[in-house]
């Protein structure tokens, strides 16, 4: 009965507007998980034969020929109509060139995504596409960089980008510095997904000595269960102790630790902090 209500809301979204390319896509999936993937094809056939304008619809059939059916050319095929429909739609053009990626075919990639830039101009999304294509083996690091900071340029937020950036200057020799640089701003810009970072930059920046980029890591660390969270403590309180923000010291201690929680802690760090301060 579940799957059957499921079907027939798909096919009442579809009746209600024919060229909802989503209601369609979401019919297909139904009948794939089902295993029925001939009928999940013809549902995607049938919402570009209904809508021949309908840019979507050939993106989905696209990834379907690609992704259910491993038929690549027709999926080229089908990706290629989108764009044509709609050159303005950078989502039909990644569809094209990450195809041409997975077959290792870094030319044919460059050339689509050179395409979308001279159609839709300069877009962050793109430019960090070319990016991940220049980062990709056999790298070429130096027209990597170009586009990720490109993309940067129009967004310094983009937090995937920086991490990319991080990744990539931490396989050359003499770019630890510039790979947690943009480690850091991955975190910060984004520190849910890339919180596994939060602690590698802040403890690079502690040994460094660098105590004020430190600091605001081991700040954004407190926001996460960690094992590490009284070593954490200990190296804040120390770094403030070394800025002499005592009043922060002692609020960051009483914040983050309850006496009654670890007492000889709590007690080595007030009297570290009561001594530094006299």
């Given amino acids: 009965a579940y799957y059957e209500n499921a079907r027939i809301n798909y096919l009442s979204a579809i009746n209600i507007d024919s060229n909802f390319a989503l209601g369609y896509q979401k019919l297909a ?5 089902l295993g029925d993937t001939l009928t999940g094809l013809n549902s995607l056939i049938e919402c570009v ?3 021949p304008k309908n840019a979507d619809g050939f993106r989905n059939l696209g990834n379907y020929y690609l992704q259910t059916l491993a038929d690549t050319t027709a999926a ?5 109509k989108a764009i044509n429909i709609d050159p303005s739609n950078s989502s039909n053009y990644f569809s094209l060139a990450r195809l ?7 030319n044919k990639a460059i050339q689509v995504y050179t395409s979308a ?3 839709i101009g300069n877009n962050k999304e793109l430019y960090n596409e070319m990016g991940n294509t220049y980062f990709e083996p056999p790298s070429r690091f130096e027209m990597a960089i170009s586009y990720y900071k490109k993309a940067l340029e129009i967004d310094s937020t983009l937090s995937y980008t ?3 950036l991080g990744k990539l200057y931490n396989l050359e020799e003499s770019g630890k510095d510039s790979s947690f640089y943009f480690y850091g701003k991955a975190a910060l810009y984004n520190p849910y997904r890339f919180r596994d970072m939060i602690h590698p930059v802040a403890d690079y920046y502690y040994y460094d000595k660098r105590y004020t980029e430190a600091k605001q890591f081991y700040q954004l660390a407190f926001n996460f269960a960690s094992f590490t969270k009284n070593r954490d403590l200990e190296r804040l309180i120390e770094i403030l102790i070394i800025e002499r923000n005592f009043t922060e010291a002692e609020s960051t201690l009483n914040k983050y630790l309850k006496p009654e929680a670890d007492q000889e802690l ?13």
Avoid: V
Avoid at 29 to 33: A, I, N, P, V, W
Avoid at 76 to 80: A, K, L, S, V, Y
């Fill in 29 to 33: 999936d139904f009948y794939e998980y």
């Fill in 49 to 51: 034969t209904r809508n």
């Fill in 76 to 80: 080229i095929e089908n990706f290629q």
């Fill in 100 to 106: 041409f990626r997975k077959q290792k075919n870094r």
């Fill in 117 to 119: 830039l001279d159609r």
């Fill in 162 to 164: 920086c991490f990319n």
């Fill in 266 to 278: 709590y007690t080595k760090l007030s009297e570290a902090i009561g001594n530094a301060s006299r």
